[in-house]
């Protein structure tokens, strides 16, 4: 019986620990495109069809203001050493980086990679540019994995990005 009461108050406190992680994702990544694009109030939906859905597409978002297009937002999640990091990477309507934010971060160590000054690398490249570790992504001691995943990750979307732009999705 008790043990019965332990898995009941464990799955209760999962549910609200994992609901609260969620709405700071949602908060933080509301205060940079407002922050991005110095807009108030700005409308999200989904890039991608039903038709053309795959994991990539449910996370890239386009941003609206006043019905007009001005850019996109890819929400991610990257491995670091143990566990996983929240980001956001804001594109203007032309799919230029504009922002990359780390919006939570799971690690003891590792999280220099969320410094502006790391992840400006990235601020104005397009899907034209292949992001490559120590060639023309700085190294961070200590945070040699979540380096990787970020850098992987940039190039993952704006391969994605290319790949949609070829074929007229966006």
Known sequence: MKKIKFNILFLVFLLINSSLIFSQIHRRADIEIKKV???????????????????????????????EKIGYAYLGTAPSQTKYFDYIVLFDKDLVIQSIKILVYREDYGGEIGSKRWLNQFIGKTFFDKFIYRKNVAAISGAT???????????????????????GVI
């Open 37 to 67: 694009f110095s807009i108030e109030n700005y409308q999200l939906d989904r890039v991608i069809n039903q038709n053309f859905e795959d994991f990539l597409s449910k996370r890239l978002l386009l941003i609206k203001t006043n019905n």
């Open 145 to 167: 994995i979540s380096v990787n995943s970020m850098t992987d990750a940039v190039n993952d979307i704006l391969s994605y990005l290319k790949s949609l732009k070829n074929k």
